[in-house]
């Protein structure tokens, strides 16, 4: 079944006249009456609900079966990613993101990050390709996405591991987060010394992956899914 994440209060029986659903469920699916969709919206459990009626402004519908989604991860997980050079990059990380687990994406421009901008219409196609995501994947909440203009720590409020190739850290075996968990993530060329330095007065856990160097749209989906479901 199709699942789609809405933002408006599901009822047991209800009309959708949301334009892009009716485009979706109608146009795209060719949907008719008598097939089932899913709706959720947050709150952790997907909504079952068969099609009645196709009309050109709503669609009616018919609540069949509600249940609690089952596919987040038991801990939250914070990717706080240096913005990389390309737009495509981004997109990336937020598709692959979502897919594991991630709960919130803070992109920021650091030292070596390209002058990327990022305007509005930018936003809502990354917002989209993250819900197009969760959708898939059958995660339940939208994660939160933010772009700042440089770090700052006050968005960080869980323990941080710091992702380097050029400094001395723990391995990833060694890791037993006990409790939400941050991943600072490089931009192409890594760190400079004066970000290494703020970094390390900060108490962050210095991360290094192994003898192999990934990209940094790789680096955190690949460590934050070993984080969030090495245990199963």
Known sequence: ???FFVEFPLQIDMNITDANLLHQIGRVLRSKPGDTIVLFDGDGY????????????KILLKGVNRYQTIAEPKKALT???????KYEKIEYILEKGVEIGVSRFIFFKSAYSQKLIITPKKIERFRTIAQEA?????????????FLDMFDPKYISSEVYLLTTEMH???????????????????????NKDEQSMFLEQTYTPVRIGRRILRTETAGIVI?????????
């Open 79 to 85: 990717l706080y990613q240096a913005l990389p050079n």
């Open 46 to 57: 997907d909504n079952v609900y068969e099609i009645i009626r196709i009309e050109k402004a």
């Open 169 to 191: 850290g723990k391995t990833l075996q060694e890791l037993t987060p006990s409790s939400d968990i941050t991943l600072l993530v490089w931009p192409e060329w890594g760190w």
């Open 1 to 3: 079944m199709q699942r």
């Open 224 to 232: 934050g899914f070993a984080l969030l479901w090495g245990n199963g």
């Open 134 to 146: 969760l959708e898939q994947c059958m995660g339940a909440h939208m994660p939160e996405i933010l």
